[in-house]
Protein backbone atom coordinates (compact mmCIF):
# COMPACT_ATOMS: atom_id res chain seq x y z
CA UNK A 1 0.00 0.00 0.00
CA UNK A 2 1.33 3.39 -0.85
CA UNK A 3 1.93 5.71 2.18
CA UNK A 4 0.49 9.37 1.37
CA UNK A 5 1.03 12.00 3.59
CA UNK A 6 -1.58 14.45 3.43
CA UNK A 7 -0.23 18.18 3.99
CA UNK A 8 0.90 18.70 7.17
CA UNK A 9 -1.65 20.59 9.05
CA UNK A 10 -0.97 22.62 12.29
CA UNK A 11 -4.40 21.88 13.85
CA UNK A 12 -4.73 18.48 12.67
CA UNK A 13 -1.25 18.00 14.50
CA UNK A 14 -2.92 19.80 17.65
CA UNK A 15 -5.82 17.85 17.91
CA UNK A 16 -4.22 14.45 17.45
CA UNK A 17 -1.73 15.65 20.83
CA UNK A 18 -5.09 16.76 22.32
CA UNK A 19 -6.82 13.51 21.83
CA UNK A 20 -4.13 11.46 23.00
CA UNK A 21 -3.83 13.56 26.06
CA UNK A 22 -7.80 12.70 26.71
CA UNK A 23 -6.61 9.01 26.30
CA UNK A 24 -3.92 9.27 29.10
CA UNK A 25 -6.47 10.52 31.58
CA UNK A 26 -8.82 8.33 30.64
CA UNK A 27 -6.28 5.26 31.05
CA UNK A 28 -4.51 6.32 33.75
CA UNK A 29 -6.14 6.20 37.05
CA UNK A 30 -4.05 8.38 38.79
CA UNK A 31 -5.19 11.20 36.27
CA UNK A 32 -8.30 10.49 36.36
CA UNK A 33 -9.08 10.86 40.13
CA UNK A 34 -8.27 14.39 39.46
CA UNK A 35 -10.65 15.10 36.81
CA UNK A 36 -13.70 13.12 38.07
CA UNK A 37 -13.58 10.98 41.29
CA UNK A 38 -12.19 13.61 43.53
CA UNK A 39 -14.69 16.62 42.82
CA UNK A 40 -17.58 13.78 43.45
CA UNK A 41 -15.74 12.85 46.58
CA UNK A 42 -15.19 16.04 47.84
CA UNK A 43 -18.52 17.44 47.49
CA UNK A 44 -20.11 14.81 48.81
CA UNK A 45 -17.22 14.42 51.78
CA UNK A 46 -16.87 17.82 52.89
CA UNK A 47 -20.73 18.73 52.00
CA UNK A 48 -21.63 16.34 54.69
CA UNK A 49 -18.75 16.97 57.34
CA UNK A 50 -18.81 20.58 57.37
CA UNK A 51 -22.59 21.32 56.29
CA UNK A 52 -24.01 20.73 60.16
CA UNK A 53 -21.16 22.10 62.12
CA UNK A 54 -20.92 25.43 59.47
CA UNK A 55 -24.00 26.15 57.96
CA UNK A 56 -26.95 24.06 60.26
CA UNK A 57 -27.28 21.45 57.63
CA UNK A 58 -26.13 20.04 54.11
CA UNK A 59 -28.60 21.81 52.44
CA UNK A 60 -27.39 25.35 54.09
CA UNK A 61 -23.92 24.77 53.62
CA UNK A 62 -24.43 24.10 49.24
CA UNK A 63 -24.18 27.45 48.13
CA UNK A 64 -21.18 28.25 50.12
CA UNK A 65 -19.33 24.92 49.60
CA UNK A 66 -20.24 23.83 45.82
CA UNK A 67 -18.20 27.00 44.72
CA UNK A 68 -15.54 26.01 46.74
CA UNK A 69 -15.20 22.70 45.79
CA UNK A 70 -15.36 23.72 41.94
CA UNK A 71 -12.67 26.05 43.00
CA UNK A 72 -9.86 23.51 44.34
CA UNK A 73 -11.80 21.04 41.54
CA UNK A 74 -10.42 23.86 38.44
CA UNK A 75 -7.01 24.14 40.89
CA UNK A 76 -6.72 20.41 41.06
CA UNK A 77 -7.40 19.72 37.30
CA UNK A 78 -5.04 22.80 36.09
CA UNK A 79 -2.22 20.99 37.84
CA UNK A 80 -2.39 17.99 36.16
CA UNK A 81 -0.57 19.70 33.67
CA UNK A 82 2.57 20.19 34.96
CA UNK A 83 3.35 16.35 36.37
CA UNK A 84 2.16 15.51 32.80
CA UNK A 85 4.30 17.30 30.73
CA UNK A 86 7.18 16.43 33.07
CA UNK A 87 6.43 12.43 32.60
CA UNK A 88 6.09 13.12 29.04
CA UNK A 89 9.75 14.70 29.07
CA UNK A 90 11.25 11.71 31.79
CA UNK A 91 9.38 9.00 29.12
CA UNK A 92 11.45 10.45 26.24
CA UNK A 93 8.23 10.50 24.54
CA UNK A 94 8.53 14.25 24.00
CA UNK A 95 11.57 13.91 22.36
CA UNK A 96 9.77 11.57 20.36
CA UNK A 97 7.38 13.94 19.47
CA UNK A 98 9.79 16.53 18.25
CA UNK A 99 11.09 14.01 15.72
CA UNK A 100 7.98 13.99 13.64
CA UNK A 101 7.77 16.39 11.08
CA UNK A 102 5.04 18.20 12.41
CA UNK A 103 5.29 21.76 14.34
CA UNK A 104 7.59 21.92 17.33
CA UNK A 105 4.88 23.93 19.33
CA UNK A 106 1.80 20.83 18.58
CA UNK A 107 3.08 18.61 21.79
CA UNK A 108 2.41 21.24 24.03
CA UNK A 109 -0.65 23.10 22.55
CA UNK A 110 -1.81 19.83 22.31
CA UNK A 111 -1.66 19.32 26.25
CA UNK A 112 -3.20 22.85 27.10
CA UNK A 113 -5.99 21.88 24.74
CA UNK A 114 -6.61 18.79 26.29
CA UNK A 115 -6.58 21.10 29.85
CA UNK A 116 -9.38 22.66 28.43
CA UNK A 117 -11.83 19.82 27.94
CA UNK A 118 -10.68 17.71 30.99
CA UNK A 119 -11.38 21.53 33.06
CA UNK A 120 -14.74 20.88 31.68
CA UNK A 121 -14.98 17.78 32.87
CA UNK A 122 -13.83 18.25 36.19
CA UNK A 123 -16.61 21.35 36.13
CA UNK A 124 -19.04 19.60 35.34
CA UNK A 125 -18.91 16.58 38.00
CA UNK A 126 -18.60 18.75 40.74
CA UNK A 127 -21.30 20.85 39.73
CA UNK A 128 -23.69 17.78 38.86
CA UNK A 129 -22.62 16.45 42.33
CA UNK A 130 -24.05 19.59 43.94
CA UNK A 131 -26.82 19.31 42.13
CA UNK A 132 -27.53 15.62 43.09
CA UNK A 133 -27.15 17.02 46.65
CA UNK A 134 -29.97 19.11 46.70
CA UNK A 135 -27.95 21.88 45.10
CA UNK A 136 -30.88 24.89 43.79
CA UNK A 137 -28.90 28.12 42.52
CA UNK A 138 -31.85 30.57 41.56
CA UNK A 139 -30.28 31.30 38.80
CA UNK A 140 -31.40 30.87 35.51
CA UNK A 141 -28.98 28.23 33.35
CA UNK A 142 -27.72 30.44 31.29
CA UNK A 143 -25.84 31.67 34.23
CA UNK A 144 -24.79 28.75 35.04
CA UNK A 145 -23.00 28.26 31.68
CA UNK A 146 -21.49 31.75 32.37
CA UNK A 147 -19.75 30.04 35.96
CA UNK A 148 -19.14 26.75 33.62
CA UNK A 149 -16.83 29.48 31.20
CA UNK A 150 -15.27 31.35 34.03
CA UNK A 151 -14.17 28.57 36.01
CA UNK A 152 -12.86 26.86 32.73
CA UNK A 153 -11.10 29.56 31.36
CA UNK A 154 -9.39 30.14 35.41
CA UNK A 155 -8.52 26.64 35.51
CA UNK A 156 -6.61 26.87 31.61
CA UNK A 157 -4.90 30.03 32.64
CA UNK A 158 -3.49 28.66 35.59
CA UNK A 159 -2.45 25.55 34.05
CA UNK A 160 0.33 27.67 32.21
CA UNK A 161 1.34 28.53 35.65
CA UNK A 162 1.53 24.83 36.06
CA UNK A 163 3.13 23.64 32.30
CA UNK A 164 6.03 26.32 33.30
CA UNK A 165 6.53 24.36 36.77
CA UNK A 166 6.27 21.35 34.95
CA UNK A 167 9.25 22.21 32.16
CA UNK A 168 11.37 23.77 34.84
CA UNK A 169 10.98 21.58 37.67
CA UNK A 170 13.45 18.39 38.64
CA UNK A 171 11.39 15.35 38.23
CA UNK A 172 7.41 14.97 38.18
CA UNK A 173 7.22 13.91 41.74
CA UNK A 174 8.30 17.16 42.74
CA UNK A 175 5.77 18.66 40.33
CA UNK A 176 3.26 16.56 42.05
CA UNK A 177 4.11 17.38 45.66
CA UNK A 178 4.03 21.36 44.22
CA UNK A 179 0.66 21.22 42.98
CA UNK A 180 -0.77 19.01 46.13
CA UNK A 181 0.66 21.79 48.01
CA UNK A 182 -0.01 24.45 46.25
CA UNK A 183 -3.56 22.78 45.67
CA UNK A 184 -4.37 22.53 49.69
CA UNK A 185 -2.86 25.81 50.60
CA UNK A 186 -4.65 27.46 47.79
CA UNK A 187 -8.35 25.72 48.78
CA UNK A 188 -8.10 25.90 52.25
CA UNK A 189 -6.80 29.15 53.31
CA UNK A 190 -9.89 30.79 51.14
CA UNK A 191 -12.93 30.95 51.68
CA UNK A 192 -13.57 28.21 50.08
CA UNK A 193 -15.39 26.20 53.01
CA UNK A 194 -15.47 28.90 56.01
CA UNK A 195 -16.11 32.46 56.32
CA UNK A 196 -12.71 34.87 56.95
CA UNK A 197 -13.86 36.63 59.56
CA UNK A 198 -13.59 33.07 61.66
CA UNK A 199 -10.17 33.12 60.85
CA UNK A 200 -7.21 34.62 63.03
CA UNK A 201 -5.93 37.81 61.90
CA UNK A 202 -2.88 36.57 60.20
CA UNK A 203 -4.57 34.22 58.12
CA UNK A 204 -7.70 36.73 57.52
CA UNK A 205 -4.56 38.87 55.83
CA UNK A 206 -3.75 35.74 53.73
CA UNK A 207 -6.97 34.21 52.55
CA UNK A 208 -7.70 38.05 51.36
CA UNK A 209 -5.08 38.18 49.25
CA UNK A 210 -5.84 34.38 47.87
CA UNK A 211 -6.89 34.90 44.56
CA UNK A 212 -9.07 31.86 44.99
CA UNK A 213 -11.20 33.61 47.06
CA UNK A 214 -12.27 36.26 44.75
CA UNK A 215 -12.77 33.27 42.30
CA UNK A 216 -14.85 31.73 44.51
CA UNK A 217 -16.63 35.13 45.75
CA UNK A 218 -17.01 36.02 41.56
CA UNK A 219 -19.40 32.89 41.41
CA UNK A 220 -20.90 32.93 44.15
CA UNK A 221 -22.14 36.44 43.02
CA UNK A 222 -23.24 35.56 39.85
CA UNK A 223 -25.07 32.50 40.86
CA UNK A 224 -26.91 34.86 44.15
CA UNK A 225 -27.63 37.91 41.99
CA UNK A 226 -27.58 36.46 38.34
CA UNK A 227 -25.45 39.29 37.04
CA UNK A 228 -22.00 39.40 36.24
CA UNK A 229 -20.06 41.56 39.65
CA UNK A 230 -17.23 43.77 39.29
CA UNK A 231 -15.45 40.88 41.39
CA UNK A 232 -16.46 39.07 38.38
CA UNK A 233 -14.76 41.24 35.84
CA UNK A 234 -11.81 41.44 37.95
CA UNK A 235 -11.06 37.60 38.01
CA UNK A 236 -11.71 37.88 34.39
CA UNK A 237 -9.33 39.85 33.91
CA UNK A 238 -7.18 38.00 36.44
CA UNK A 239 -7.23 35.44 34.30
CA UNK A 240 -6.33 37.11 30.84
CA UNK A 241 -3.48 38.88 32.76
CA UNK A 242 -1.90 34.97 33.81
CA UNK A 243 -2.12 34.03 30.17
CA UNK A 244 -0.71 37.19 28.95
CA UNK A 245 2.36 36.70 31.39
CA UNK A 246 2.10 33.22 31.79
CA UNK A 247 2.17 32.29 27.94
CA UNK A 248 5.03 33.67 26.43
CA UNK A 249 7.38 32.14 29.82
CA UNK A 250 5.96 28.77 29.66
CA UNK A 251 6.49 28.47 25.64
CA UNK A 252 10.03 30.18 26.12
CA UNK A 253 10.92 27.46 28.41
CA UNK A 254 9.69 25.27 26.72
CA UNK A 255 11.76 26.06 23.18
CA UNK A 256 15.01 25.87 25.46
CA UNK A 257 14.23 21.94 26.52
CA UNK A 258 15.91 21.33 22.93
CA UNK B 1 23.54 5.72 -8.35
CA UNK B 2 25.56 3.59 -5.73
CA UNK B 3 26.77 5.96 -3.67
CA UNK B 4 24.40 8.57 -2.67
CA UNK B 5 24.63 9.97 0.11
CA UNK B 6 22.38 9.85 3.07
CA UNK B 7 23.44 11.51 6.09
CA UNK B 8 26.69 14.21 5.77
CA UNK B 9 27.97 15.42 8.48
CA UNK B 10 31.04 17.72 8.47
CA UNK B 11 32.83 19.28 11.95
CA UNK B 12 30.02 18.34 14.68
CA UNK B 13 30.99 19.47 17.50
CA UNK B 14 28.81 19.53 20.49
CA UNK B 15 30.44 21.63 23.55
CA UNK B 16 27.78 21.31 27.69
CA UNK B 17 29.22 23.29 29.98
CA UNK B 18 32.75 24.18 28.55
CA UNK B 19 33.48 20.45 27.86
CA UNK B 20 33.55 18.93 24.41
CA UNK B 21 31.10 15.94 24.49
CA UNK B 22 31.45 15.48 20.53
CA UNK B 23 34.81 16.73 19.24
CA UNK B 24 34.94 17.80 15.48
CA UNK B 25 33.35 14.68 13.94
CA UNK B 26 32.97 14.41 10.40
CA UNK B 27 31.43 11.24 8.14
CA UNK B 28 28.94 10.12 5.19
CA UNK B 29 27.08 7.14 5.54
CA UNK B 30 25.84 6.16 1.99
CA UNK B 31 21.88 5.57 1.29
CA UNK B 32 21.18 1.82 2.01
CA UNK B 33 24.08 0.74 3.85
CA UNK B 34 24.03 0.07 8.04
CA UNK B 35 26.25 2.49 9.39
CA UNK B 36 27.20 1.58 13.01
CA UNK B 37 28.80 3.89 15.82
CA UNK B 38 30.62 2.62 18.04
CA UNK B 39 31.58 3.29 21.60
CA UNK B 40 31.34 3.37 25.36
CA UNK B 41 28.85 4.74 27.90
CA UNK B 42 29.44 8.09 27.38
CA UNK B 43 31.69 8.30 24.38
CA UNK B 44 29.42 10.49 22.21
CA UNK B 45 27.26 8.48 20.89
CA UNK B 46 23.53 9.43 22.00
CA UNK B 47 24.38 13.51 22.00
CA UNK B 48 25.28 12.91 18.12
CA UNK B 49 22.02 10.86 17.28
CA UNK B 50 20.40 13.53 19.32
CA UNK B 51 21.72 16.15 16.93
CA UNK B 52 21.46 14.06 13.81
CA UNK B 53 17.21 13.72 14.55
CA UNK B 54 17.17 17.46 15.13
CA UNK B 55 16.51 17.12 19.03
CA UNK B 56 19.66 19.07 20.24
CA UNK B 57 21.38 21.86 18.25
CA UNK B 58 25.29 21.33 17.38
CA UNK B 59 27.09 23.61 19.08
CA UNK B 60 29.98 23.97 15.72
CA UNK B 61 29.38 22.08 12.30
CA UNK B 62 27.05 20.82 9.85
CA UNK B 63 24.07 17.82 9.15
CA UNK B 64 23.09 17.36 6.09
CA UNK B 65 19.90 15.06 5.83
CA UNK B 66 19.71 14.06 1.83
CA UNK B 67 20.66 17.17 1.36
CA UNK B 68 18.03 18.78 3.75
CA UNK B 69 20.65 21.12 5.79
CA UNK B 70 18.99 20.49 9.41
CA UNK B 71 19.56 23.40 10.66
CA UNK B 72 17.34 25.28 7.57
CA UNK B 73 14.90 22.71 6.97
CA UNK B 74 14.74 20.53 9.61
CA UNK B 75 10.70 19.31 8.85
CA UNK B 76 11.81 18.28 5.48
CA UNK B 77 14.65 16.41 7.07
CA UNK B 78 12.56 15.06 9.61
CA UNK B 79 9.96 13.40 7.19
CA UNK B 80 12.93 11.27 5.99
CA UNK B 81 13.76 9.61 8.89
CA UNK B 82 12.40 7.59 11.80
CA UNK B 83 13.99 7.34 15.19
CA UNK B 84 14.10 4.36 17.55
CA UNK B 85 15.14 5.49 21.07
CA UNK B 86 16.94 3.82 23.65
CA UNK B 87 14.80 3.62 25.98
CA UNK B 88 11.40 2.18 24.28
CA UNK B 89 9.42 5.57 24.12
CA UNK B 90 6.22 5.03 24.15
CA UNK B 91 3.20 6.02 25.43
CA UNK B 92 2.56 3.75 28.61
CA UNK B 93 -1.03 4.50 29.50
CA UNK B 94 -2.15 3.53 25.98
CA UNK B 95 -2.91 0.25 23.73
CA UNK B 96 -0.37 -0.40 20.92
CA UNK B 97 -2.94 0.35 18.28
CA UNK B 98 -3.57 3.87 19.87
CA UNK B 99 0.35 4.45 19.16
CA UNK B 100 -0.03 3.56 16.70
CA UNK B 101 -3.02 5.47 15.15
CA UNK B 102 -1.50 8.68 17.47
CA UNK B 103 1.45 8.27 15.49
CA UNK B 104 0.60 7.65 12.23
CA UNK B 105 -2.01 11.07 12.20
CA UNK B 106 0.84 13.02 13.56
CA UNK B 107 2.95 11.79 10.53
CA UNK B 108 -0.06 13.36 8.53
CA UNK B 109 -1.74 9.97 7.03
CA UNK B 110 -5.39 10.27 7.31
CA UNK B 111 -7.69 8.37 9.66
CA UNK B 112 -8.47 5.11 7.54
CA UNK B 113 -4.63 5.09 5.86
CA UNK B 114 -3.74 5.32 9.43
CA UNK B 115 -6.74 2.43 10.45
CA UNK B 116 -4.86 0.06 7.60
CA UNK B 117 -1.16 0.98 8.22
CA UNK B 118 -1.38 0.06 12.10
CA UNK B 119 -3.25 -3.18 11.71
CA UNK B 120 -0.39 -4.06 9.27
CA UNK B 121 2.55 -2.92 10.86
CA UNK B 122 0.59 -4.92 14.41
CA UNK B 123 0.61 -7.98 11.96
CA UNK B 124 4.14 -7.60 11.10
CA UNK B 125 5.91 -7.12 14.51
CA UNK B 126 3.16 -9.92 15.46
CA UNK B 127 1.47 -7.72 18.50
CA UNK B 128 -1.66 -8.40 16.91
CA UNK B 129 -2.72 -10.37 20.10
CA UNK B 130 -1.60 -7.74 22.03
CA UNK B 131 -2.91 -4.50 20.32
CA UNK B 132 -5.85 -3.05 22.54
CA UNK B 133 -3.75 -4.04 25.77
CA UNK B 134 -2.44 -1.49 27.93
CA UNK B 135 1.66 -1.41 27.19
CA UNK B 136 1.85 -1.45 30.93
CA UNK B 137 1.90 -5.24 30.87
CA UNK B 138 4.78 -5.78 27.53
CA UNK B 139 7.52 -7.38 27.75
CA UNK B 140 10.66 -5.47 26.72
CA UNK B 141 11.08 -7.48 23.63
CA UNK B 142 7.19 -6.23 23.21
CA UNK B 143 8.16 -2.79 23.91
CA UNK B 144 10.76 -2.39 21.71
CA UNK B 145 8.82 -4.21 18.37
CA UNK B 146 5.96 -1.84 18.83
CA UNK B 147 8.98 1.51 19.29
CA UNK B 148 10.24 0.11 15.96
CA UNK B 149 6.92 -0.43 14.60
CA UNK B 150 6.34 3.21 15.44
CA UNK B 151 9.11 4.36 13.62
CA UNK B 152 8.26 2.86 10.43
CA UNK B 153 4.94 3.78 10.42
CA UNK B 154 6.10 5.73 6.90
CA UNK B 155 8.47 3.67 5.39
CA UNK B 156 11.13 5.80 5.95
CA UNK B 157 14.33 6.39 4.21
CA UNK B 158 16.59 6.41 7.34
CA UNK B 159 15.85 4.60 10.54
CA UNK B 160 17.76 5.78 13.53
CA UNK B 161 18.39 2.96 16.39
CA UNK B 162 19.24 4.09 19.57
CA UNK B 163 21.17 0.99 21.19
CA UNK B 164 18.42 -1.27 19.70
CA UNK B 165 19.41 -4.40 21.71
CA UNK B 166 20.75 -3.22 24.75
CA UNK B 167 18.29 -4.56 27.74
CA UNK B 168 17.40 -7.35 25.80
CA UNK B 169 17.53 -11.21 26.08
CA UNK B 170 19.56 -13.18 24.10
CA UNK B 171 16.58 -15.02 22.28
CA UNK B 172 15.04 -11.46 21.57
CA UNK B 173 18.63 -9.93 20.56
CA UNK B 174 18.67 -12.62 18.16
CA UNK B 175 14.75 -11.61 16.69
CA UNK B 176 15.81 -7.87 16.76
CA UNK B 177 18.70 -8.11 14.25
CA UNK B 178 16.39 -10.30 12.10
CA UNK B 179 14.04 -7.51 12.19
CA UNK B 180 16.59 -4.72 11.29
CA UNK B 181 18.42 -7.02 8.85
CA UNK B 182 14.96 -7.39 7.21
CA UNK B 183 14.66 -3.53 7.05
CA UNK B 184 18.61 -3.20 5.24
CA UNK B 185 16.48 -5.49 2.68
CA UNK B 186 13.65 -3.15 1.88
CA UNK B 187 16.27 -1.07 1.10
CA UNK B 188 16.44 1.66 3.98
CA UNK B 189 19.21 2.90 5.63
CA UNK B 190 20.12 2.15 8.98
CA UNK B 191 22.02 4.20 11.64
CA UNK B 192 22.57 2.65 14.61
CA UNK B 193 24.74 3.29 17.76
CA UNK B 194 25.60 0.48 19.91
CA UNK B 195 28.22 -0.07 22.77
CA UNK B 196 28.11 -3.87 21.70
CA UNK B 197 30.98 -5.17 19.18
CA UNK B 198 29.06 -7.86 18.58
CA UNK B 199 25.85 -5.86 17.15
CA UNK B 200 28.12 -4.00 14.90
CA UNK B 201 29.89 -6.83 13.57
CA UNK B 202 27.23 -8.72 12.46
CA UNK B 203 24.80 -5.86 11.32
CA UNK B 204 26.81 -2.77 9.86
CA UNK B 205 28.27 -2.60 6.53
CA UNK B 206 30.81 0.41 8.30
CA UNK B 207 31.92 0.81 11.86
CA UNK B 208 32.70 4.29 13.42
CA UNK B 209 34.69 3.92 16.33
CA UNK B 210 34.11 6.64 18.60
CA UNK B 211 35.80 7.39 22.15
CA UNK B 212 35.90 10.65 24.51
CA UNK B 213 33.57 12.60 21.68
CA UNK B 214 36.46 11.90 19.27
CA UNK B 215 36.08 9.76 16.17
CA UNK B 216 38.99 7.19 15.94
CA UNK B 217 38.79 4.89 13.34
CA UNK B 218 36.09 4.28 10.70
CA UNK B 219 36.22 0.92 8.26
CA UNK B 220 33.62 -2.29 7.43
CA UNK B 221 34.51 -4.02 10.84
CA UNK B 222 36.97 -6.68 8.65
CA UNK B 223 38.87 -3.83 7.45
CA UNK B 224 39.02 -2.51 11.03
CA UNK B 225 40.05 -6.14 12.17
CA UNK B 226 42.74 -6.45 9.84
CA UNK B 227 44.88 -3.31 10.39
CA UNK B 228 43.96 -3.29 14.25
CA UNK B 229 43.81 -6.81 15.84
CA UNK B 230 45.62 -9.62 15.62
CA UNK B 231 44.76 -13.03 15.30
CA UNK B 232 45.77 -15.73 18.24
CA UNK B 233 47.32 -19.26 16.92
CA UNK B 234 47.41 -21.55 20.12
CA UNK B 235 48.71 -25.53 19.61
CA UNK B 236 49.75 -27.74 21.83
CA UNK B 237 53.17 -29.74 21.48
CA UNK B 238 52.93 -33.85 21.60
CA UNK B 239 56.57 -34.25 22.91
CA UNK B 240 57.57 -32.31 25.77
CA UNK B 241 61.22 -32.09 24.90
CA UNK B 242 60.22 -30.49 21.40
CA UNK B 243 59.22 -27.01 23.88
CA UNK B 244 62.17 -25.26 23.28
CA UNK B 245 63.07 -25.77 19.77
CA UNK B 246 58.89 -25.06 18.64
CA UNK B 247 59.01 -21.33 20.52
CA UNK B 248 61.70 -20.39 18.67
CA UNK B 249 60.66 -21.60 15.31
CA UNK B 250 56.98 -19.83 16.07
CA UNK B 251 59.03 -16.82 17.44
CA UNK B 252 60.95 -16.47 14.40
CA UNK B 253 57.94 -17.02 11.59
CA UNK B 254 55.43 -15.29 13.62
CA UNK B 255 57.13 -12.15 14.77
CA UNK B 256 55.85 -12.11 18.73
CA UNK B 257 56.63 -13.61 22.09
CA UNK B 258 54.44 -16.61 22.57
CA UNK B 259 53.04 -17.78 25.87
CA UNK B 260 53.48 -20.70 27.31
CA UNK B 261 50.76 -22.67 29.04
CA UNK B 262 52.24 -26.31 30.23
CA UNK B 263 52.89 -27.61 26.88
CA UNK B 264 50.09 -25.42 25.02
CA UNK B 265 52.06 -22.48 22.64
CA UNK B 266 49.39 -19.41 22.26
CA UNK B 267 51.15 -17.05 20.11
CA UNK B 268 49.18 -13.45 18.23
CA UNK B 269 50.48 -13.34 14.68
CA UNK B 270 49.24 -10.47 11.76
CA UNK B 271 49.58 -12.25 8.87
CA UNK B 272 48.10 -15.19 7.71
CA UNK B 273 51.35 -16.19 5.63
CA UNK B 274 53.58 -16.01 8.98
CA UNK B 275 51.48 -18.78 10.71
CA UNK B 276 51.82 -21.01 7.69
CA UNK B 277 55.44 -20.65 7.21
CA UNK B 278 55.69 -21.15 10.92
CA UNK B 279 53.63 -24.28 10.79
CA UNK B 280 55.58 -25.69 7.79
CA UNK B 281 59.09 -25.15 9.42
CA UNK B 282 57.74 -27.63 12.72
CA UNK B 283 56.26 -29.95 10.11
CA UNK B 284 59.91 -30.00 8.71
CA UNK B 285 61.30 -30.48 11.91
CA UNK B 286 59.57 -33.46 12.65
CA UNK B 287 57.53 -32.19 15.91
CA UNK B 288 54.30 -33.30 15.67
CA UNK B 289 51.34 -30.98 17.58
CA UNK B 290 47.58 -31.38 18.32
CA UNK B 291 44.69 -29.41 19.47
CA UNK B 292 45.56 -26.75 16.63
CA UNK B 293 43.25 -23.65 17.21
CA UNK B 294 43.24 -19.85 15.20
CA UNK B 295 41.12 -17.21 16.58
CA UNK B 296 40.28 -14.06 13.94
CA UNK B 297 40.91 -10.91 16.04
CA UNK B 298 37.34 -9.80 17.40
CA UNK B 299 36.02 -6.06 17.07
CA UNK B 300 36.51 -6.27 21.05
CA UNK B 301 40.21 -6.62 20.35
CA UNK B 302 40.02 -3.93 17.87
CA UNK B 303 38.05 -1.81 20.23
CA UNK B 304 40.42 -2.38 23.47
CA UNK B 305 43.40 -1.62 20.95
CA UNK B 306 41.86 1.35 19.70
CA UNK B 307 40.82 3.21 23.25
CA UNK B 308 43.45 1.37 25.87
CA UNK B 309 45.10 3.50 27.90
CA UNK B 310 42.15 6.44 27.40
CA UNK B 311 39.65 5.35 29.81
Redesign the interface.
Known sequence: ?E???????VV??IN??A??NL??TL??PDNFMDVLIQPIMFMILFGYLFGGAIAGGVYAYLPTIVPGILAQTILSAASGSGTQIKEDME???F?????????HI?PLAGQLLADILRLLIATIASLTTGFFMGWRPNVNFGWIVVIVLLSVFIGWAISWIYALVGLLAKSATMVESISLMTMLLLSFLSNAFIPINTLPKLLQIIANLNPMTYVITAVRQILANGSFSNTAWAVLLFGIGIVLVFAPLTVWAYNKQ? | MQDEIAIKVDHLTKIFDKQKVVDDVSFRVKKGEVFGLLGPNGAGKTTILRMLTTLLKPSEGNIAIFDYDIKKESKQARSTFGVTGQYASVDEDISARENLMIFSRLNGLSKDVARVRAEELLKEFSLEASADKSIKDFSGGMRRRLDLAISLITRPEIIFLDEPTTGLDPRTRLQMWETIRGLVKDGSTIFLTTQYLEEADNLADRVAVIDHGKLIKIGTPDKLKHENGESTMSLKIMDKSDIGRSVEILKKNLNSEPTLIDSTIITKFKETKQAIDGLSELKNANISISNLTIKEPSLDDVFMALTVGKN
Request: charged fraction near 30%.
Open positions: MIKRTRFNQNTMYRLKHNTGIDRFKTLPIDAS
